[in-house]
Structure formats: structure tokens, C-alpha cells
């Protein structure tokens, strides 16, 4: 059995300080009055702030992940505010194409703008393909989104970075970047998309 140095010397430590058998053992008197005044117990209006979590949980992700899916099948106002950050933007080069908006562009500058645009958007069937990366403030998924039952589905992915609300105490999403078939989408919308040799 082996026994670390701290362990021995806290064991040691006990002998020496344990009386010796027979003798005898001294105690300090107390008085009541002195004992109850060395026990402080908190007020009962105080209250006690936990720290903001600095990393997200797996659970914590499927929670953003599946408000994200919400408000692509069930937009509803109150749930991008509850899920967004004052400071949200998207982008997408796969909407801007589709759109007509540069390249490039950050999609919706601003959760208004976002809310604006999603908002007046028709609800599509997103199904969550898989969760497949979760760091301290990311998220990465996959999904795919239906147009036309008797046709392909759209795939994607997406990346979302988050920041913790210290007022609401939740994580919300303060990026979005993501990426579909634009070519596929556009075709099932009535438009035309070609790829080489097509």
C-alpha cells in the first residue's frame, strides 16, 4: 500500500497532536452565549448569484439548435427574442445569391433585420440532420429543409457562435453562418439552375 507524503505527514501530524493514553484531556469551557455568537447565519434577504457558465453544455447546444429549427418551421416573435442576441447578425452566401444580395454580405446585419425578413417568410419543414460539433461558445449542424415532398430535399449546414445573457441567464445565439444547396432550392422555387453540362 503506498502512501502519498502529504498523507503521512497528516497522519503524523494527528499522532502528535492526539493525547496520549491516560492522560488526561483538557477542554475549554464555552459558555453558550460565546458559541452562539461564533455561528453567523445569512440574512434571509440575501441571495446568492451564481457565475455565468464561460462554456455551453451539450445540452445547452441541442436547446440553441432546436430554437434555431424553430424559427425556420414556427417563426414566432417571441422566440427570437428569447433566442437572439441584441447584437445578432446571419450570413449567407447561399440566401445572398438567391436574393440578390453581394456576395459576401452579412444577410441580416441585425436580429431587426433578421426578424423582418424571417418573419414574413412562409414556415418550412427544417428536420435536424445531426449535432456535430460543440465547443465553448460554437455550435455546428446539419439539416435539411422540405420545399416539395415529391421532390429532393435541400440540405445545409450550419455554424452558430453564442453568448451568455447575464440578465435572462440563458445562451443565446449571437451568429449565424449558412451555407445550402442555393442551386437545388432555387430550381424547387421556380427558377432555373444549371450546372455544367446540364
Not at 475549554?28 to 434577504?45: C, E, I, M
Not at 444577410?107 to 418573419?119: H, N, R
Not at 446539419?142 to 420545399?147: E, G, H
Not at 445573457?165 to 451568429?175: C, D, E, L, M, V
Amino acid at each position: 500500500m503506498k502512501f502519498s507524503l502529504a498523507a503521512v505527514l497528516a497522519i503524523t501530524g494527528l499522532a502528535a497532536a492526539a493525547p496520549q493514553w491516560g492522560s488526561q484531556v483538557s477542554r475549554p469551557a464555552t459558555s453558550s452565549a460565546s458559541s452562539a455568537s461564533q455561528v453567523s447565519r445569512p440574512s434571509a434577504t440575501s441571495s446568492f448569484t451564481p457565475p455565468a457558465p464561460s462554456c455551453l453544455t451539450s445540452s445547452d447546444a441541442t436547446t440553441l439548435v432546436n430554437g434555431f429549427q424553430s424559427l425556420i418551421s414556427n417563426y414566432t416573435l417571441a422566440t427570437a427574442e428569447k433566442l437572439l442576441s441584441n447584437d445578432f447578425t446571419d450570413t449567407s452566401d447561399s440566401i445572398n445569391i438567391l436574393a440578390g444580395y453581394p456576395l459576401g454580405s452579412t444577410t441580416f446585419p441585425s436580429k431587426a433585420a433578421f426578424e423582418a425578413g424571417q418573419g414574413s417568410q412562409p414556415a418550412l419543414p427544417m428536420t435536424i440532420l445531426s449535432i456535430d460539433s460543440v465547443d465553448c461558445t460554437k455550435v455546428g449542424f446539419r439539416w435539411t429543409i422540405t420545399i416539395d415532398p415529391t421532390k429532393p430535399v435541400v440540405k445545409g449546414i450550419n455554424s452558430i457562435a453564442s453568448s451568455y445573457n447575464t440578465t435572462t441567464r440563458a445562451w443565446q445565439i449571437k451568429t449565424v453562418y449558412s451555407e445550402f444547396n442555393s442551386c437545388h432550392w432555387m430550381n424547387l422555387i421556380g427558377g432555373t439552375c444549371k450546372g455544367p453540362g446540364q
